[in-house]
């Protein structure tokens, strides 16, 4: 019953910005950690950012100092600010919880459908 729907993709030129949003729903007891992953052409899916219910953050090597994650106003919502894009940010971005249920006290991983950002030179 738990659902993550991303929003925010889009296309930009080299050096543009882009804000995505992530927003998990459903019968959710806690999360430990949000964050977004990424697969670009040819890649496999990787880390981008986590932000722990701790405030604590990870980020990429690739991205540190251009995208930014934190928190939303409402509950279990999560934005990534990503500024001076590259074409190499090129990728499916897909938002990523830890949660547990009601139903499962253990964390278990859910993951949206992924939303699209395109950077062109």
């Known amino acids: 019953q738990v659902q993550v729907i991303e929003s925010g993709g889009g296309s930009v030129q080299t050096g543009g910005s882009l804000t995505l949003s992530c927003a998990a729903s459903g019968t959710i007891s806690s999360i430990s950690v949000m964050g977004w992953y990424r697969q670009g052409p040819g890649n496999e899916r990787e880390l981008v950012a986590t932000l722990s219910e701790w405030g604590t953050t990870n980020y990429a090597d690739s991205v540190k100092g251009r995208f930014h994650i934190d928190r939303d106003g409402e509950k279990y919502t999560i934005t990534l600010e990503m500024r001076h894009l590259e074409p190499e940010d090129t990728a499916t971005y897909y938002c990523?919880?830890?949660?547990?249920?009601?139903?499962?006290?253990?964390?278990?991983?859910?993951w949206g459908q992924g939303t699209q950002v395109t950077v062109s030179s």
């Open positions: 990523h919880i830890a949660a547990k249920t009601p139903y499962n006290p253990a964390l278990r991983d859910y």
